[in-house]
């Protein structure tokens, strides 16, 4: 059980599947399960090689007032973004009750 003040860490690997190099972006939001209410993590630009594989850290310092319960992780891949908004999702996977704040 975490509470307010920790640090919750989610490791992403990747591989790029495709014949050319690639820039994307990763995203990751902490879901909270019962309210559906969403923590976005910055995203993070990244360039990797055709056949390369990598990972990336996202870090969440969970804040005072955070919503207690279970919370599920998603990350998702994005082709690109506009601004500080994503667009042409190429994947996505949710860890369902990853953690639970108390």
Do not use: Q
Not at 81 to 88: D, I, M, Q, R, Y
């Amino acid at each position: 059980m975490a509470k307010s003040g920790d640090e919750i860490k989610v490791k992403v690997y990747f591989k790029n599947k495709g014949t050319s190099s690639h820039r994307f972006y990763l995203g990751c939001t902490m879901r909270h399960k019962s309210s559906g209410h969403d923590y976005d993590l910055p995203m993070k630009d990244n360039w990797e090689s055709a056949g390369g594989t990598g990972n990336e850290t996202f870090k969440w310092d969970i804040p005072s007032g955070a919503l207690t319960g279970s919370y599920n992780v998603i990350t998702a891949v994005w082709e690109g973004k506009t601004g500080t908004t994503p667009f042409n999702r190429l994947d996505t996977k949710t860890n369902s009750s990853a953690f639970s704040i108390e």
